[in-house]
């Protein structure tokens, strides 16, 4: 039996919902993602960002996503 390998696997794990976190006055009225809070923090620091710093941010904001306060105590 000859050895055969099989062809290395390039199909992308199916994409998971984002998480949503929750943060008492940290985000007061619509989403935010942590890639654009690094990238609001760096920006502040004075990093300038690259194409790979845009691409970080991107799918930290497919990860984590802060979610405003709920406003009703109903």
């Given at each position: 039996?000859?050895?055969?390998?099989?062809?290395?696997?390039?199909?992308?794990?199916?994409?998971q919902p984002a998480r949503r976190v929750r943060l008492p006055g940290f985000v007061v009225s619509e989403e935010t993602g942590l890639g654009?809070?690094?990238?609001?923090?760096?920006?502040?620091?004075?990093?300038?960002?690259?194409g790979g710093c845009n691409r970080r941010a991107a799918a930290l904001n497919r990860r984590?996503?802060?979610s405003p306060r709920?406003?009703?105590r109903g």
């Open positions: 039996m000859p050895d055969e390998q099989s062809p290395p696997d390039t199909e992308q794990p199916p994409e654009d809070v690094i990238k609001h923090v760096t920006n502040r620091l004075g990093v300038k960002p690259c984590i996503v802060f709920r406003t009703s």
